[in-house]
């Protein structure tokens, strides 16, 4: 046994990214771990190795807990009384009114009764409400389970770092009764010592997640209000993010402007922390702002498409990327496929591409994808990088410009910047940095700018010689 914990039977219920990284991860701390999905596809698949997502070695550990037989997938409930702690695992969608939507959460926990033994403990690893564990707590005893102690351990995993994130974690937090919060930390014994371990109220555990992820919402949207503002007065916000960064109380993460955040947390997480507010009668207008700010972001990027290229109709527009970030297949709440559709609903062909992302399904007849981001970017009109991949920085960006029809550049997370595109003949726009224009209409290889020479004169003068 790794690190000395004794082995325990866990079972994890809901083999989405956070289920099975738990999953997993915990089978590698020598845990015997039965991982446990409704849907018997996904059961199906993960018991062959093949995961419905991708994570990046998240494959490579679930296919050693199987071979050393730590980790069992199983569409039923594992067996009755095999588990000592049961991680719930499930997903807590939004409601229409924002509120985080329960439904299945407490649905699982009384399915997941039968599987604890006695005296055994339900821990919710789902992001949820403060007084849910309460809750769940409540209708446990109801069932008449008294014997279950209830406790919260919030994930800190990001999706694409989510097997580092759970080995070497920054803090992990275990919610509830002391001796109950103890035995679920003690699970996770073998990781770095340097994590703290911080044992708190149940609901302090579950409002703690919610503020980790409001202030990263939060400084992702001041520095797109910073980079907004830099755009109208000529400043260069990477310099600024880096300079505001160099100070520790401030710390250089999260300080990258773009489209606005997206995925299955943040959106969600901050409009279910603004419903909690609005029922406790406690103002949230920060974390309000947040996700105005948020939600006018990518409208400002098809502002900008717009007035730059013009009437829309009949328009081939290549979008680079479809994932809400890179590192992941996800494309919930992903903001570039929010410009793809609107671009897409003022009248244009939109062309997408992702390396890894698939379209999802009821995007529309007018997004198709193309298999590479050269096919996506011939005969465009305009190109819009939604998606950071390291790919995109690679491309051969001076082959590429004579097959666009126009060679604009609408960089929506800054991952061209340091290419010197305007060298191989593009007007290039990034968030918050001084346009470039085109300083030759040759073609040439596109080389690491090093400086800044491109000011916003050189765009406005640019921008008016092209009409
Ligand atoms: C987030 C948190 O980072 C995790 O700690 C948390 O456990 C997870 O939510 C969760 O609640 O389960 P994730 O949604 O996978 O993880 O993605 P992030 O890497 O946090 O990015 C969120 C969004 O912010 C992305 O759209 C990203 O592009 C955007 N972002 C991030 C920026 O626009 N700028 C930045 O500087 C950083």
């Known amino acids: 046994m790794p690190g000395g914990a004794s082995p325990t039977q866990v079972a994890v219920l809901g083999a989405g990214p956070v289920g099975v990284v738990t999953a997993a991860g915990l089978a590698a701390l020598g845990h ?125 995993l990001a999706e694409g770092t989510g097997v580092q994130d759970f080995l070497r974690p920054e803090r992990l937090v275990f919610g509830g009764a002391l001796q ?59 310099d600024v993010a880096r300079i505001v960064g160099l100070d520790s109380r401030i710390g250089s993460k999260f300080l990258r402007p773009g489209i606005g955040y997206g995925g299955s947390c943040f959106p969600k997480d901050v409009k279910a922390i603004l419903s909690v507010a609005a029922t406790a009668k406690t103002p949230m207008p920060v974390a309000e702002a947040t996700d105005r700010t948020n939600q006018a972001q990518w409208r400002r990027v098809v502002a900008t498409v717009q007035a730059s290229v013009g009437p829309l109709a009949g328009k081939r527009i290549a979008v680079l990327g479809i994932a809400f970030k890179p590192g992941t297949d996800d494309t919930r709440e992903a903001p570039g496929l929010r410009i793809a559709q609107a671009i897409a609903d003022a009248g244009a062909r939109v062309v997408a591409h992702d390396p890894v992302a698939q379209l999802p399904a009821g995007t529309g007849p007018r997004v198709e994808q193309a298999l590479t981001a050269e096919a996506a970017l011939d005969g465009a009109d305009a190109a819009i990088l939604v998606t950071e991949w ?45 346009a470039a224009a085109p300083s030759a209409m040759k073609t040439k290889a596109s080389t690491p700018a090093g400086t800044r020479n491109n000011t916003t004169n050189s765009r406005k003068k640019t921008k008016g010689a092209r009409r």
Request: hydrophobic content about 50%.
């Open 32 to 156: 015997h771990v039965t991982l446990h999905d409704i849907d018997p596809k996904r059961v199906a698949a993960l018991a062959r190795g093949r995961l419905p997502f991708h994570e990046p070695g998240l494959p490579a550990l679930v296919k050693k807990g199987m071979s050393q037989g730590r980790l069992a997938i199983a569409s039923t409930v594992p067996a009755r009384g095999a588990a000592v702690i049961a991680f719930l695992c499930v997903g807590t969608p939004q409601a229409d009114d924002g509120a985080a939507d329960l439904t299945m959460l407490h649905q699982a926990a009384q399915g997941a009764l039968p599987v604890i033994a006695r005296g055994g403990i339900l821990v919710i690893r789902s992001t949820v409400p403060p007084g849910t564990g309460d809750e769940a707590e409540r209708r446990i005893r109801a069932a008449g389970r008294a014997d279950v102690s209830v406790v919260s351990a919030p994930e800190f």
């Open 390 to 434: 390291p790919d995109y920085a690679a491309l051969p960006w001076a082959k590429i410009r004579p097959r666009m029809r126009t060679p604009l550049l609408f960089d929506g997370r800054n991952a061209l910047a340091s290419l010197d595109l305007a060298a191989a003949g593009f007007e290039y726009r990034g968030i918050g940095i001084p």
């Open 180 to 238: 109950a919060a103890r035995r679920v930390a003690a699970l996770f014994k073998a990781l770095p010592k340097a994590a703290p371990r911080i044992l708190t109220s149940r609901r302090t555990a579950e409002m703690a997640k919610y503020a980790a992820n409001t202030f990263l919402a939060s400084r992702v949207s001041l520095v797109n209000e910073f980079a907004n503002l830099c755009d109208a007065v000529g400043a260069d916000v990477r």
